[in-house]
């Protein structure tokens, strides 16, 4: 939509200012060990883990950490146990948001996550209640700058993409989750530059409009201090921001 700010696009303009390489590489292990626990340690076998690779290799992670990382998920070295913990929450206005944790202690998870929500006047949701305004797709985001949107959507659905839209500073191109993979190495073989906040992720498929000011100050600040708590890894919403409530 024109003149607003999704999600996707303002992760992008936040990326650089969130780059603390330590915390980025304590979420990339958690990713590595869940996905060798669950379907091995091989890439080539295990497609999400060939995802996550890439995302290792975009971050700069050292080998050693990635390599001790899958040896804890497929049992190779001893750890704590991790889960995923996913909360449904809503935060003022209505809009919804997705909380993914990666944990070796749920209470202490739950006690924070909902600590911080209470604080900032977010709620909990029932189950479905929020997630049944998302979808799980591919989704791939490409620096827009010097692109051609012709030709960049053109390969992208000979590859296998679903869409492709032009979100002002980048592209973003959806996918179903199994033919991710696929679409992201061809586009990242010709040339394009795609971003480390690419991966398969809970897209939504109803917006919130958010046009106040102080609405979108206050929910991105929200967002930041979940962002910062140790258990979450990823934090999805469908707020739909207008532009010039997030200037100044």
Known sequence: ???????????????????????????????LTIS????????????????????????????DNIDRAIKKGTGALQSAAIEEILFESYAPGG???????LSD???????????????????????????????RRGQILVDAEGVNEDQLMELALEAGADDVTNEGGQFEILTSPSVYNE??????????????????AMVPTVWAPVSDKNQAASLMKLIEAIE????????????????????G
């Open 1 to 31: 939509m024109s003149g607003h700010s999704k999600w996707s696009t303002i992760k992008h303009k936040k990326g650089a200012a969130d780059a603390r390489r330590g915390k980025v590489f304590s979420k990339l292990a958690k990713e």
């Open 36 to 63: 060798s626990r669950i379907s091995g340690g091989d890439p080539g076998s295990n497609i999400t883990l060939r995802t996550i690779l890439s995302k290792c290799k975009a971050a700069n992670m050292p080998a």
């Open 95 to 101: 809009v919804g948001m997705i909380i993914q944790c």
């Open 105 to 135: 202690n749920r209470n202490r998870s739950v006690a924070e996550v909902r600590h911080l929500l209470q604080r900032h006047n977010a709620t909990l949701a029932g189950t479905n209640q929020v997630m049944r305004n998302f979808a």
């Open 183 to 200: 679409v992201s190495e061809k586009v990242t073989a010709a040339g394009y530059k795609v971003s480390e906040d690419s991966g398969v």
């Open 228 to 247: 910062e708590l140790e258990d979450v890894q990823n934090v999805y919403m469908n707020g739909d921001i207008a532009d010039e409530a997030l200037d």
